[in-house]
């Protein structure tokens, strides 16, 4: 019988004493009276805080904390169930300051993982809780424990007998077997269905359906224990890396006590979070919803992070990193409009899935992008289809903590004609890693399965020796076996395994099966034991038995199935992997065995294992599963059935279609596929619908396009689209309508009208009629006749020469454009006279090409009006600088007859200008403008870099620079005459320049900045030699001020405030900070209610609380924050209303000469914490009130020096910060004077004296106050002659400091500070003295913040 060592517990009551179990404030405790009524000042012990459970790595320190709370103090001890608690391992620890309990374990062992107990014990009762200790092992010792774990059941002697024991042992075993560490609970717990098999594997669980069980219990137990906290929980999500570093889990809960406290737990250890998102850990809630987050993962981030609320544990979720890098990176992608554009990289481990963002935004798998991955899981690609130019940007990959990014540049369609027009798609792709990526991955691929086969070689060889020492450890003792005859000796070795399979299957269920019944019923086999008298009977079975769990562990899948996709018809491949070859694998489709057929093929290819299904089928499709010596794998196969096209039908259907206009045009074609199908018919990217002219035929297999009385605009792409559940398919063809061209296009431009010939030209027609043009058909009229002359076809160049003509004459010319299907409407020019002068404009003002000592080269273009006639060459002329008179270049009988020359006549160093004219058959047109100046000299060479660029100043839309001027060199670098200043987006590459033309000032300010964007800039100088080198900012700027640290700006900013109630409250702020600050108001240190409404600027804020209450009383904190840093300001604001007056007056005399005044307190007593009171006197004989008490804050007072024979009236005035209320009067109070005879007998004198030194018979006492209280300080002092009485702080006099209240009534001495500050924290002390002697009394006064 296993027996399990108990945590020793003594018993709590002794005889006599009871045993009544009480709720303890803190869930999880137990707590114990030991008497039916406690005593009064004594209570039981009870926990404040209590220990919680702990799952940390080994060797690590673990300690448990608790403090406790009882009367008398409770005795702190610890136990353990399993084990001892020693002074070597454990250390005890006590703080008297802050009464915590401590039990230590330095370098924690697996051993010591255990359930322990705390009790808090004193005469009255006790306390008990448990808690949990959970250790991880780590390295060679897990490695083992779990090679164990899955070798131990094929330990067994050659005796089988040894192993058969009563039913309760094996039940004790089996449940100290299955002692599995609970974090793997607390995973299965919070993880989804399908991600149960990864965490048992990830534990070594293979057992599922034991598994199952305990989960559904766990669940039942969980769920329980959140019912008392916890309303509504639903939307768990685990925890997940994101692109920006961070990492983050949820969930949606309802609290039923908002004021739980939730806790935040990693690896057992409580972690602190703050709901500022921008520290470590973070929580975020918006409703229900909880978002926790990780900001800047690193590897020691990863661990079982768990939630708990009131100590109930609500959600687990482990954080995984993985050990990963990019071997090879995605490098940028130049692609075309409507080309596709691909990314690749390759990891060193392999993953399923990385992270992809495009524009810093999620990129999942859709219509837009395609992700895949490669078999091996190291090669990962995105494809972004049909690249638009909305698409150009920076996209990146993440992996683990690593990332990459690259970028794409989208190049626009540049064909003029194409301007407004959707380009047709392409099937081409751009970018891709090629043959140097496969390369990498397959290397890579290589490298770790060398390095898995290495270690899973040392694993066997571990084993086999394991093995063997087992085996020479053990003896075999002489077994008699009856009733069957078994012949070990000649046995084959398989048969030998398959009994010792089968025995341990039967012992490891713990002989609960029942023998089967008819043929099908199992053997006994009796196995008689010589040394026991008594026999012994076992049943075991002979017949075969399939184990349910793996029997072998060198045997394993070192690649299990994934889920395929095969299309309707085509063949699908299941693939897996083993350890081994020699083990044989059994496929089972929906839990029923596959066998081969014409169709399934079972390949065994080394320790490859393959299921090849031929033209598959929809009934193929299922759930496949692969099962090797006990160990299994699964996947689905998905058949699908997707639109397809014949490819004949197809090559048919993309051939242009060619019709004239007006006549009909049809588009047929036929599919196959799953329905419903989707059906989409497109002319130029518009979708076509049912209209009068076009007709949609639709079935399942087939459709059809019918455009009738097609026009020539009708003529563009033609695009079907078919889509359904399992894809999607697209076909393109073009329909092409002919028609007659339309009219050939004006203007009509005069090339030459002379006396003799008149030469035009026109453009050609803007739409051919999907036909080229033939020729061109010219008519002519005389202007001032009604006949037309037909001149006939002039051919295909849109030009005319017209040699028949008479000088002065105006003619006027029709134009028509022919081709194949027509001639084209006619266009008419205007009218143009031959003969006439007319003399050319002035031609562009001349450019100057460049600049030498002895020719400048110049260059122009013509005129545009050309006056009719050919130009037939130009005149050049120079004027220096200065000069009044133009001086020709060219000689005036040699014309230049190019648009650009070379003028050589110039002198070195003079400066020179230029205009040109020209010259056709009537003369010399006007000339142009004058060019700009320019000095003949040589060349000058670009100027340098500008030095000491620096930004001066800057806001959220300007940016200031200034630099220093380039230094000259002669030779290498010519002086700048000017300065470009460029700017460009973080996240663009272009340049793009924010001047013109260059400055001359080394300052600039670039303006429409977008306010927080970051921007790189740069500044180039040039001069006549070019633009010099460009000078870069050393970083990126922000649009945004100087960083400023949040600092408030009022002078005096007010501290206490006090509001009558009912009016509105509003405080201000001013600061200043950059950049914008965060604005938080809090009231005392929790967010503010909906009703108070907080305004914001740059540079203040507001708060205003429209109607104020009583409950609006407290401390309102502002938190200015911004990258720079943060800063707090504090304002106590006191909602009050004039105190309402005391209640009735009652007069008492306890002592002779002394009246005792009580009255009822005031309504407002309990609203207003600084309520106090005054009592005023009167008596018969001064008719004045004055005031006898102040600042008291009980409802009693007494009155001293009380005259018999005189009438006294008190009145009771309640008083706070908005003032006095109405009196309370008192009855008249008097002491009648009683007249006695005097008689007088003297007696003998005896010397007497009553004079005493002074003493404290009440002493000062230790004081604590918050800030901006009052401090009320007494004591009472006797003494006679009466002391003089003198008060110091820190060894300085306070009589005379009109800060402090102080007075003397009848030996109480009291001072009163009024507005406590941090200044008057110290030391106080009351000095008293007369002749006699000097006493003095100190205390101290510590202010709270």
């Known amino acids: 019988m296993l027996m399990i060592r108990k945590a020793k517990e003594e018993q709590p009551t002794a005889p006599g004493q009871v045993k009544i179990k009480k709720k303890s404030r803190v869930p999880g405790v137990m707590v114990t009276q030991y008497v039916e009524v406690l005593p009064d000042g004594i209570s039981t012990p009870d926990f404040t805080r209590k220990p919680i459970a702990l799952t940390i790595q080994e060797g690590k320190m673990a300690f448990f904390r608790a403090i406790v709370t009882g009367n008398p103090t409770p005795v702190v001890t610890w136990m353990r169930n399993n084990g001892e608690i020693d002074e070597e391992r454990y250390k005890f620890t006590f703080d008297s300051i802050s009464g915590e309990h401590q039990l230590q374990m330095p370098d924690v062992c697996a051993d010591q993982a255990d359930t322990y107990k705390c009790y808090a014990r004193n005469e009255f009762g006790k306390a008990v809780v448990t808690v949990t200790l959970n250790v991880i092992e780590v390295g060679y010792k897990k490695s083992k424990a779990m090679k164990e774990s899955r070798t131990a059941i094929r330990e067994l002697p050659e005796d089988f007998k040894r192993n058969l024991r009563s039913t309760a042992d094996l039940e004790s075993r089996e449940e100290k077997k299955l002692e599995i560490n609970e974090q793997f609970w607390e995973l299965l717990l919070s993880a989804d269905k399908r991600e149960y098999e990864s965490i048992c594997a990830q534990y070594g669980i293979t057992d599922f ?138 990891l060193s481990q392999p993953m399923k899935k990385i992270c992809w963002t495009g524009k810093n935004n999620p990129v999942e798998q859709g219509d837009k992008y395609d992700v895949t991955v490669s ?68 290397e890579q691929h290589a490298k770790l399965q060398k390095e898995r086969d290495e270690l899973i070689a040392k694993a066997r060889e571990k084993a086999e020796l394991e093995e063997a020492a087992a085996a020479a450890a053990e003896e075999p003792e002489p077994v008699e076996i009856s009733e069957v005859d078994v012949t070990p000796k000649t046995e084959p070795q398989p048969k030998k395994q398959a009994r010792r399979k089968s025995v341990e299957e039967e012992v490891k269920k713990g002989k609960t099966e029942e023998p089967a019944s008819g043929p099908a019923k199992e053997k006994e086999v009796v196995v008689e034991e010589k040394e026991f008298v008594q026999e012994k009977r076992q049943r075991m079975r002979t017949g075969p038995l399939v184990p349910e769990a793996a029997t072998d562990p060198d045997i394993y899948f070192t690649g299990g ?34 066998t081969a057929t014409e169709d399934i093929n079972i390949i065994k290819e080394g320790i490859f294992r393959k299921l090849l299904i031929k033209n598959c089928k929809e009934e193929d499709a299922g759930k496949y599963k692969c099962e090797a010596d006990g160990r299994k794998t699964e996947a689905m196969l998905n058949v699908e059935d997707p639109p397809r096209i014949n490819p004949d039908d197809l090559a048919e259907f993309v051939k242009p279609v060619i019709i004239k206009a007006g006549k009909d045009a049809s588009f047929k074609l036929t599919f196959v596929g799953r329905e419903p ?34 026009q020539r605009r009708t003529t563009g792409e033609i695009k079907i689209k078919i889509k359904n559940e399992s894809g999607t398919i697209e076909a393109i063809t073009k329909l092409i309508v002919l028609a007659k061209p339309t009219p050939p296009q004006s203007p009509v431009d005069v090339i030459e009208s002379s006396s003799s010939c008149i030469e035009f030209k026109w453009r050609p027609p803007k739409d051919s009629g999907g036909c080229p043009i033939t020729n061109y058909i010219m ?86 009006n050309t006056g009719g006639a050919n130009i037939l060459g130009y005149n050049v ?19 230049i007859k190019a648009k650009q020359y070379a003028v050589k006549d110039v002198v070195e160093g003079i400066e020179y200008e230029f205009r040109v004219s020209a010259i056709n058959m009537s003369g010399v047109g006007d000339p142009s403008q004058p060019s700009e100046f320019v000095i003949a000299r040589d060349p000058k060479k670009p100027p340098g870099k500008v030095s000491d660029l620096k930004v001066t100043d800057s806001t959220y839309t300007t940016l200031s620079l200034s630099w220093t001027k380039p230094v000259e060199e002669e030779g290498v670098q010519d002086e700048a005459k000017g300065y470009f200043v460029e700017l460009r987006p973080a996240e663009n590459p272009e340049w793009g320049r924010c001047n013109t033309s260059p400055i001359v000032m080394t300052t600039f300010t670039i303006v429409g900045l977008k306010s927080m964007a970051m921007y790189w800039a740069r500044v180039m100088a040039t001069n006549e030699g070019g633009d ?73 804020s507001q708060l205003m609380i429209p109607s104020s209450e009583r409950h609006d009383t407290g401390i309102y904190t502002i938190v200015v924050k911004n990258l720079v840093g943060q800063e707090t300001s504090s304002i106590e604001i006191r909602v009050t209303d004039d105190p309402k007056p005391p209640g009735p007056v009652e007069l008492e005399e306890n002592v002779s000469g002394t009246v005792t005044i009580s009255w009822t307190a005031s309504p407002d007593e309990k609203k207003d914490d600084r ?23 009980n409802n009693r007072f007494t009155a001293v020096n009380i005259m018999p024979g005189r009438q006294y009236k008190f009145r009771i005035y309640a008083k706070n910060d908005m003032g006095l209320s109405a009196a309370s009067e008192s009855p008249i109070w008097e002491v009648n004077k009683k007249k006695e005879k005097f008689s007088l007998k003297l007696q003998d004198s005896k010397s007497c004296s009553f004079e005493t030194s002074p003493s404290f018979s009440v002493p000062l006492k230790m004081h604590q106050s918050p800030q901006r209280y009052e401090c009320y300080m007494s004591c009472a002092v006797t003494g006679n002659p009466r002391p003089h009485v003198t008060w110091f702080k820190n060894n300085i006099s306070l009589n005379t400091n009109t800060n402090y209240y102080i007075t003397n009534t009848c030996g109480v001495c009291s001072l009163l500070v009024l507005n406590v500050g941090p200044k008057d924290s110290g030391d106080y002390t009351v000095v008293a003295e007369n002749y006699l002697g000097r006493v003095e009394c100190s205390t101290k006064l510590d202010v709270k913040d």
């Open 1171 to 1193: 309520l106090h009171y005054v009592v005023d006197k009167h008596d018969s004989v001064k008719h004045t009130w004055h005031t006898v008490a102040d600042h008291l804050f």
């Open 209 to 346: 359906r034991w598994m199952l069980k305990k989960l559904n219990e766990k669940k039942l137990e969980r769920e329980q224990a959140q019912e008392k906290v916890v309303e509504n929980l639903c939307n768990l999500k685990p925890i997940e890396l994101k692109p920006n570093g961070a990492a983050e889990f949820e969930l949606e809960m309802s609290l039923k006590d908002p004021n739980s406290k939730i806790f935040l737990f990693k690896d057992g250890v409580m972690i602190p979070f703050d709901a500022d998102t921008e520290i470590k850990h973070g929580l975020k809630r918006v409703g229900k919803k909880f978002v926790f987050s990780i900001n800047g993962v690193n590897p020691e981030d990863a661990g079982l992070y768990q939630l708990e609320i009131d100590g109930v544990k609500i959600f687990s979720t482990e954080l995984k990193i993985p050990d990963v890098d990019f071997l090879v990176k995605i490098q940028d992608v130049k692609a075309e409009e409507r080309e596709d554009a691909v990314f690749q990289c390759v």
């Open 375 to 442: 078999d091996d899981m190291l090669i990962h690609t995105l494809v972004v289809k049909d690249c638009l130019l909305l698409d150009k940007g920076i996209y990146s990959a993440l992996a683990g903590l690593k990332s990459c990014s690259a970028w794409l540049i989208v190049e626009g369609n540049k064909d003029p004609n194409m301007v407004g027009k959707k380009k047709a798609r392409k099937t081409t792709c751009a970018g891709g890693g090629g043959d140097d990526v496969l390369k990498v991955a397959r």
């Open 677 to 710: 199908m989707k059906i989409q018919w497109y002319n130029d990217g518009e979708e076509l619908m049912d209209e009068s002219n076009i007709k949609i035929e639709k079935s399942s297999s087939h459709t059809r396009l019918l455009l009738t009385k097609c």
């Open 561 to 594: 199935l994934s889920d395929v996709t095969a299309v309707l018809g085509n063949d699908a491949e299941l693939l897996c992997k083993l350890s081994s070859e020699d083990c044989d694998a059994i496929w089972y489709k929906d839990g029923k065995e596959v």
């Open 877 to 895: 002329e120079k004027r220096k600088n200065g000069s009044n008179l133009w001086g020709m270049v060219n000689p005036p009988d040699e014309p």
């Open 779 to 864: 008519e002519r009229q005389q202007i001032g006749r009604n006949s037309w002359q037909k001149l006939g076809k002039i051919g295909l160049e849109p030009k005319y020469r017209d040699t028949d003509v008479d000088h002065g004459r105006k003619y006027c010319y029709h134009i028509r454009a022919e081709t194949e299907q027509g001639i084209s409407d006619m266009i008419e020019t205007d009218d143009i006279q031959a003969g006439t002068k007319a003399y050319p404009g002035p031609p562009s003002t001349p450019r100057i090409v460049s600049a030498f000592k002895d020719c400048i080269n110049l260059a122009w273009t013509a005129p545009a």
């Open 1028 to 1100: 010099g080198e460009p000078q870069e900012l050393d970083n990126y700027i922000i649009a945004m001020p100087p960083p400023v640290r949040p600092h408030f700006t009022d002078k005096k900013m007010k501290n206490f405030m006090v509001v009558r109630a009912g009016n509105s409250v509003r405080i201000n702020f001013n600061f200043k900070a950059s950049p914008m600050p965060v604005i938080t108001w809090l009231k005392d240190g929790l967010p503010l209610p909906k009703y108070i409404t907080v305004s914001n600027t740059d540079t203040s």
